[in-house]
């Protein structure tokens, strides 16, 4: 049988930004990962952070988030080639950090993203994601927000439950999935309204 997950390329940082030091996650990162997939994919996908790439080997492997997120994709339908995925934070974490300092600091790169991508609906993971986007919400939670579709930038965003709470909770899974298919149902409706 063929293995279905795939690993998604990176996209080089823009220069200057893969030395940024807006942040203490420039002492601790390896390099900036400004995100993966198709570049110029309509979904684009916001995570709190990059995972790991590479096992202890230096050999390329699919991480426990990734994989599930490719599962509720293969699940709904979604290809992997329409999707971009990105980060809030364009570093790994290594160790303990300064998270709100450093959740700040890198907002203004994903709304570069935003400008220069131009993608026609986002989905975020997870309530990190939630909070960052939303941080004037009182109670903002996935619990609270997934199943609607809102705003951020003039763009609809819906969210769902981080794919390593889903493989943590398997109760999840039928959620996450869900919000996938209405997802995609949002990114057709958007894409049939533009013809």
């Known amino acids: 049988m063929d293995h279905p997950f795939v690993i998604m390329p990176e996209e080089q940082a823009p ?44 050999q390329s492997y699919l991480c ?7 599962h509720g994709m293969r699940e709904v339908g979604i290809d992997v080639g329409s999707v971009y995925v990105t980060y809030l934070l364009k570093c790994r974490p290594m160790r303990a950090y300064n998270k709100p300092e450093a959740r700040a600091a890198c907002l203004p790169h994903l709304e570069q993203q935003l400008l220069q991508k131009h993608p026609l609906v986002l989905f975020g993971f997870g309530n990190v994601v939630v909070e960052s986007i939303f941080p004037q919400k009182e109670n903002a939670s996935v619990k609270e927000l997934r199943g609607n579709w809102h705003e951020f930038h003039g763009i609809p965003i819906s969210f769902t439950y981080h794919p390593l709470a889903v493989r943590r909770r398997p109760n999840l899974l039928r959620f996450f999935v869900e919000d996938l298919r209405a997802l995609k149902e949002k990114w057709k409706e958007i894409q049939q309204g533009r013809h």
């Open 15 to 58: 220069e200057g930004i893969e030395h940024c030091e807006l942040c203490e996650l420039s002492k601790q990162r390896s390099r900036v990962i400004w995100g993966e997939g198709n570049p110029s994919a309509s979904i684009m996908m916001i995570l709190d952070n990059p995972g790991a790439r590479e096992d202890r080997e230096g």
């Open 64 to 70: 426990g988030t990734r994989e599930t997120l490719q």
